[in-house]
Structures are given as structure tokens and as C-alpha cells.
């Protein structure tokens, strides 16, 4: 096998063609290492680490593809990733009360990477996020997010696509003192 060639071989050339396999192994490195910069990796971390840093210690997010960006937030954060969840969130999804379950779950904000090209500019009053349904023969279930409910907005990224992608996070309602505004002085 690989002793009887290397045997064979002087040592000048086995040594060169480890050097050269080493060298490959750290220049494929240095490109992955150089690539991350770029994608859903660091957003997810940026989105977490402003959770981290600017939520309550107790609030609550919910967020498909959630696993970096829960490590980073340190916050509790539903996964909606459908059947992942639980039956009953699936049953919830293609019923069409979603936002009451996640609501009734104490989810007070939504997280979404990957949202279209009008959210990532800013250009929306509302934006529909879709989540497929699990369970055979149901419909889609989905949460309206409202611009004026946008609490982050992450570093634009590139997907492994190619695609331009942005982590953005929404508050589900406000809280009443947010919505009546200050209270009046007598």
C-alpha cells in the first residue's frame, strides 16, 4: 500500500507532497474562514447577540433555523420549524392560529432571516412571513409582521446562494403603555 510507494520514493519527494497537501488543507481553511463574514452564520450571531444585549432576560422569540441564533441570544426562543415543534404547533399553523399559539406561548417577538428584497430595504407596512404546514393537506399558516413593530435589523448577508439576505426581528403587540403612548399630567 501507501509504505511500499513511499519506500520506493525518495524523501524529498514524499516530504514535498506533504507540504503541498498541507499547504492545500490551509488555503481551503483561510477561503472557509474568509467566507463567513458573508453568510447566515454571522447574521444569526448579530441578531442574537442584540437579544443578548437589549431584551428582557425573560423574553421570549420565536424563529425557524433557530440553533446559532439561540446560542447567541440567551434568550428562550420556539423554534418554528413545524413538526420540530410539537403536534400541536403543526395543528396550529395549518388551522390558521399561529399567532394565537405562539402568542399563548409567551412568544413576544418573531425573528426571520431571509426575508424579501422590499422588508430588507424597508419598503413594507406589513410583511407576511409564510410557514408550511406539516400535516397532510392543510394550508400554510402565517404571521403579519408590521414595519412600525421592527425592533432589529441585522447586517445585510449573502446566503449560500449567493443571495443578498437580512435577520430582522419584530415585536408580535405592544405592550398597552407602548400603544396609549406617555400618560397625561393632570
Request: net charge neutral.
Amino acid at each position: 500500500g501507501a509504505r511500499a510507494v513511499e519506500r520506493r520514493l525518495p524523501r524529498a519527494i514524499v516530504a514535498a507532497g506533504m507540504v503541498g497537501l498541507a499547504a492545500l488543507q490551509v488555503l481551503a481553511l483561510a477561503y472557509s474562514i474568509s467566507r463567513l463574514g458573508h453568510t447566515f452564520t454571522i447574521g444569526a450571531r448579530e441578531g442574537g447577540e442584540w437579544v443578548a444585549a437589549n431584551l428582557p432576560p425573560d423574553a421570549v422569540i420565536g424563529m425557524k433555523d433557530s440553533g446559532i441564533f439561540s446560542y447567541f441570544a440567551q434568550r428562550r426562543v420556539m423554534n418554528l420549524d413545524g413538526l420540530t415543534n410539537s403536534f400541536e404547533f403543526a395543528e396550529a399553523v395549518c388551522s390558521g392560529r399561529m399567532e394565537a399559539f405562539v402568542l399563548g406561548h409567551g412568544v413576544e417577538y418573531i425573528a426571520q432571516h431571509a426575508v424579501p428584497h422590499g422588508v430588507r430595504v424597508g419598503d413594507y407596512e406589513t410583511y407576511t412571513q409564510p410557514y408550511p404546514c406539516g400535516l397532510r393537506g392543510g394550508p400554510d399558516g402565517e404571521l403579519v409582521l408590521r414595519r412600525e413593530l421592527e425592533v432589529f435589523r441585522g447586517t445585510p448577508y449573502k446566503s449560500s446562494a449567493g443571495r443578498e439576505e437580512q435577520l430582522v426581528i419584530w415585536r408580535l403587540a405592544r405592550a398597552p403603555a407602548e400603544e396609549t403612548g406617555p400618560a397625561a399630567s393632570p
